[in-house]
């Protein structure tokens, strides 16, 4: 049985804002910035104190938003794989196959490097991408996603909410919104046990508060990232229990 895919989630960030967004998000996770690589010096990793890394940031010439990698050893089978599900390809980067989901999300097949794992140390933590998808695409896109990346679908707490988890791996939450139609897009989600005195935290770094729900706020960034501070414990993933 082949290992599942590694996801890396990359944080699009229009140029102009870079060196915020990336201050900010290091402070956010506790995660150390390195070296800036590529021919523009546009990307860079967000490595943690264990475990791999899997948050990238990304200078880019158009607004805020998140794509994903597609770690596997075996890229063309990979590549195959998403064609006969529904993907198709958008472009080439060097050797790397940039792809769209069968409802618009971009995401890229890349090289799988050893055995990856995530760890958690109880702390906050950036540990889930939510695929927000209109509802004429739910179907076909929650089938795409748990096909490709081979995780287990589960239902989520939530309407209009499941889930992809598999152990030690970064995990995909699928939302369904109310708008019928438009391309699939996503924003990051951080697991926290204390999301009123994070969010307070967050704002002190720049953030401003966009929504209140019932069990997450939603936050904007520096750079315009809008993600989510969520209700659940960092040491599992899952929705803590309220007293």
């Given at each position: 049985?082949?290992?599942?895919?590694?996801?890396?989630?990359?944080?699009?960030?229009?140029?102009?804002?870079?060196?915020?967004?990336?201050?900010?998000?290091?402070?956010?996770?506790?995660?150390?910035?390195?070296?800036?690589?590529?021919?523009?010096?546009?990307?860079?990793?967000?490595?943690?104190?264990?475990?791999?890394?899997?948050?990238?940031?990304?200078?880019?010439?158009?607004?805020?938003?998140?794509?994903?990698?597609?770690?596997?050893?075996?890229?063309?089978?990979?590549?195959?794989?998403?064609?006969?599900?529904?993907?198709?390809?958008?472009?080439?980067?060097?050797?790397?196959?940039?792809?769209?989901?069968?409802g618009g999300f971009l995401f890229c097949?890349?090289?799988?490097?050893?055995?990856?794992?995530?760890?958690?140390?109880?702390?906050?933590?950036?540990?889930?991408?939510?695929?927000?998808?209109?509802?004429?695409?739910?179907?076909?896109?929650?089938?795409?996603?748990?096909?490709?990346?081979?995780?287990?679908?589960?239902?989520?707490?939530?309407?209009?909410?499941?889930?992809?988890?598999?152990?030690?791996?970064?995990?995909?939450?699928?939302?369904?919104?109310?708008?019928?139609?438009?391309?699939?897009?996503?924003?990051?989600?951080?697991?926290?046990?204390?999301?009123?005195?994070?969010?307070?935290?967050?704002?002190?770094?720049?953030?401003?508060?966009?929504?209140?729900?019932?069990?997450?706020?939603?936050?904007?960034?520096?750079?315009?990232?809008?993600?989510?501070?969520?209700?659940?414990?960092?040491?599992?993933?899952?929705?803590?229990?309220?007293?």
């Amino acid at each position: 049985m082949r290992p599942l895919p590694w996801i890396q989630v990359f944080l699009d960030t229009p140029a102009a804002a870079f060196d915020d967004a990336v201050a900010f998000w290091s402070a956010v996770t506790g995660w150390t910035p390195s070296e800036r690589r590529g021919e523009d010096g546009q990307f860079l990793t967000l490595v943690p104190p264990a475990g791999s890394a899997y948050v990238k940031v990304q200078a880019v010439d158009r607004p805020s938003g998140i794509h994903l990698d597609l770690d596997t050893a075996d890229r063309p089978a990979s590549i195959e794989q998403a064609r006969t599900l529904g993907a198709t390809t958008a472009w080439s980067y060097h050797d790397v196959e940039v792809m769209r989901s069968p409802g618009g999300f971009l995401f890229c097949q890349t090289l799988r490097d050893g055995a990856p794992a995530l760890v958690r140390d109880g702390s906050t933590i950036l540990d889930q991408v939510c695929l927000d998808i209109p509802s004429s695409s739910w179907d076909v896109e929650v089938a795409f996603w748990r096909d490709l990346t081979g995780r287990e679908l589960q239902e989520a707490t939530a309407p209009g909410f499941a889930r992809l988890v598999a152990p030690d791996q970064p995990r995909l939450l699928l939302q369904r919104l109310g708008e019928g139609d438009g391309p699939v897009r996503a924003h990051p989600d951080l697991a926290t046990s204390d999301r009123a005195g994070d969010t307070d935290r967050h704002v002190e770094l720049g953030a401003s508060v966009v929504g209140v729900h019932a069990y997450w706020t939603v936050l904007s960034a520096p750079g315009g990232q809008v993600y989510c501070l969520t209700d659940r414990d960092p040491l599992t993933g899952v929705v803590s229990p309220r007293g």
